[in-house]
């Protein structure tokens, strides 16, 4: 939750290299989650070219050199995968001391290798932020779950880890649901990148609530 909290969207970068040792365990757990989750997981260091683009600038980024790739094979719940294994690795980047952030349309052409069957569905920006970020305004927890006051402790904390969630332009559209211990998730109907928000937000709310403490449904 430490982590959760302190971490945030930034746009602009330092001009400083990565360290070796640094990349090596971004590396390593790269690999882990590709074995994990199926997903073909890529990180991409000295490379300005990608979100130096007009597009890039477009989206308000500045100096970034450096991108995680999201890419998988076709199916129908890539996008959820690479949203909840990515936010693994954003979190893993920020105790490593480093930020980023979710960057859907606003970049160039990356550099990443694609398997015949694979797509590239969205790239994270990585890098020494010029500031840690700012949060942003929330939807209270009523508003994306059936939460209530005789809720378990383990589901308030839950939710309350999943609006701490990057979302798409924060537009948090999604919903929570415990019925007889079981936990059901669901993406908004209208807005972009919702499956991939559904995965992020699934990530926090397991690290919020336990894993231990209830099954999905």
Not at 132 to 147: E, I
């Amino acid at each position: 939750m430490e982590l959760i909290r302190a971490r945030h969207s930034v746009r602009g970068y330092l001009d400083k290299r990565i360290p070796e040792d640094v990349r090596e365990k971004l590396d390593a757990f790269v690999s882990e989650l590709n074995g994990q989750s199926g997903l073909h997981i890529q990180i991409l260091y000295d490379e300005p070219a990608c979100f130096g683009s007009r597009m890039a600038k477009y989206g308000r980024f500045e100096n970034c050199s450096n991108y995680i790739a999201m890419v998988g094979k076709k199916a129908p719940d890539l996008e959820e995968r690479c949203g909840y294994y990515g936010e693994k690795l954003v979190l893993k980047a920020q105790e490593l001391g480093l930020n980023t952030c979710w960057a859907a349309l606003t970049h160039g052409k990356s550099l990443a290798q694609l398997a015949d069957g694979e797509t590239e569905v969205i790239l994270i920006a990585l890098g020494y932020g010029k500031t840690q970020g700012a949060s942003r305004r929330s939807k209270k927890p009523v508003d994306v779950s059936n939460v209530s006051d005789t809720s378990p402790d383990w589901f308030k904390r839950g939710i309350e880890a999943a609006l701490l969630a990057p979302t798409a332009v924060n537009q948090q559209k999604f919903h929570f649901t415990l019925k007889d211990g079981r936990v059901s998730a669901k993406p908004g109907l209208i807005g972009g990148c919702l499956k991939i928000d559904l995965g992020i937000v699934k990530c926090h709310f397991e690290l919020g609530a336990g894993k231990e403490n209830f099954t999905w449904a």
